[in-house]
C-alpha cells in the first residue's frame, strides 16, 4: 500500500504563491508518475500537473507558465510551487501516485486526502 500525505495549502491572495508537498510512504517502489489534481466546488476533478520517476513533466494548460512541479526521488516528494495564482485556482488539491510507466494521467493508483488552497481576489 502506498501512503500521500499533503501539505502547504492555505489562504491567499491573487497573485500570491503557495508550495505544495506531498510526501509518498509505504511500497513505494510501486510509484513511478506522481502529480496533482484539483477539484472545485461543482467542477470535475481535474489534473493539474505531474511528473515521472524520470522527470518527464505534463501540465493543464491553464496553469502552464505559473505552476511548477518538482520531485526528490530520494524523499519520495513531489512539490507543486504556484505562482501568479488566481481565484479560478481555488480547489482542493489532491496529490496523486500511478504504477504506470507512463505521463502522469487519469486514473490514479492511489490517492491523498486533499488540501484546501483559497485565492482571494
Known amino acids: 500500500q502506498v501512503h500521500l500525505v499533503e501539505s502547504g495549502g492555505g489562504l491567499v491572495q491573487a497573485g500570491g504563491s503557495l508550495r505544495l508537498s506531498c510526501a509518498a510512504s509505504?511500497?513505494?517502489?510501486?510509484?513511478?508518475?506522481m502529480g496533482w489534481y484539483r477539484q472545485a466546488p461543482g467542477k470535475q476533478r481535474e489534473l493539474v500537473a505531474g511528473i515521472t520517476r524520470g522527470g518527464s513533466t505534463n501540465s493543464a494548460d491553464s496553469v502552464k507558465g505559473r505552476f511548477t512541479i518538482s520531485r526528490d526521488n530520494a524523499k519520495n516528494t513531489v512539490y507543486l510551487q504556484m505562482n501568479s495564482l488566481k481565484p479560478e485556482d481555488t480547489a482542493v488539491y489532491y496529490c496523486a501516485a500511478q504504477r504506470r510507466a507512463e505521463n502522469f494521467s487519469w486514473p490514479p493508483d492511489y490517492w491523498g486526502q486533499g488540501t484546501q488552497v483559497t485565492v482571494s481576489s
Open positions: 509505504g511500497s513505494i517502489f510501486r510509484i513511478n508518475a
